[in-house]
């Protein structure tokens, strides 16, 4: 079956700190993965996807294919990053189809 | 250019009512897919359409329907509104409908629907 695991509702943090937000997946196949972000009054936009190996507000994530994995982290946490994070894995390559974590809220306090 | 477009934005209606959401797509999309967002399920997708064709459809009942225009629009229907239909329904499009660096979906701001 075709699941996003995001273990974390919530991850409170101070400005500064570094920030990884967990997301694990189960797919079979080659899997593409990306990271919405939904700022507070804001549409669901995308944070960033592992095709593109881009880093994007300074967040990164590695496609970790052992273990499943798609961890976005940054290694300093700004107040304006306070949002809500969801994880999502595209369900075949032909399609817009998408598949969401139940979503991270993550708090940077100042 | 102008974003993904949602009407109505709120919605209150009663159980046993239809009710209808539009969407209208950048210009140019062809490919735009609807999602359910609740606090206890999240975002769970409901169906998806390309070139007025249905490519995909998630685990709703029949209640729930949608169809897309010639001009890339879409409508979606929900029938016998239950309580527990309450929700955000955000609309998504893209240009292709498929992987590539080159497709990104955007979202709309969704319609808040309330069954009272």
């Known amino acids: 079956a075709q699941r996003v695991t995001q273990p974390e509702k919530l991850l409170s943090v101070f400005k500064g700190a570094p920030v990884e937000l967990k997301c694990n997946y189960s797919?079979?196949?080659?899997?593409?993965l990306f990271w919405y972000v939904q700022y507070s009054r804001q549409r669901l936009q995308l944070l960033l996807r592992?095709?593109s190996r881009e880093s994007i507000k300074g967040f990164t994530a590695d496609l970790n294919k052992g273990e499943t994995s798609f961890h976005l982290k940054k290694p300093f946490a700004q107040e304006e990053d306070s949002a809500m994070y969801y994880c999502?894995?595209?369900?075949?390559?032909?399609?817009?189809?998408?598949?969401f974590g139940t979503g991270t809220r993550l708090q940077v306090f100042p | 250019k102008a974003g993904v477009t949602q009407t109505p934005r709120y919605l209150i209606k009663t159980r046993g009512q239809q009710v209808t959401l539009s969407c209208s797509p950048i210009?140019?999309?062809?490919?735009v897919s609807w999602y359910q967002q609740t606090p206890g399920q999240g975002l769970q997708f409901l169906f998806e359409?390309?070139?007025?064709?249905?490519?995909n459809k998630g685990n709703f009942p029949g209640r729930f329907s949608g169809r897309q225009f010639s001009n890339s629009r879409s409508e979606m229907n929900v029938s016998t509104l239950e309580l527990g239909d309450s929700a955000l329904y955000l609309c998504?499009?893209?240009?292709?409908?498929?992987?590539?660096?080159?497709?990104?979906?955007?979202f709309g701001p969704g319609t808040r629907l309330t069954v009272l």
């Open positions: 998504a499009s893209s240009w292709a409908g498929t992987s590539g660096v080159y497709n990104e979906q955007f």
């Open positions: 592992h095709i």
């Open positions: 999502a894995l595209r369900a075949r390559y032909n399609t817009d189809k998408l598949i």
């Open positions: 359409y390309f070139s007025e064709t249905q490519r």
């Open positions: 210009s140019g999309h062809r490919s």
């Open positions: 797919y079979s196949g080659s899997p593409e």
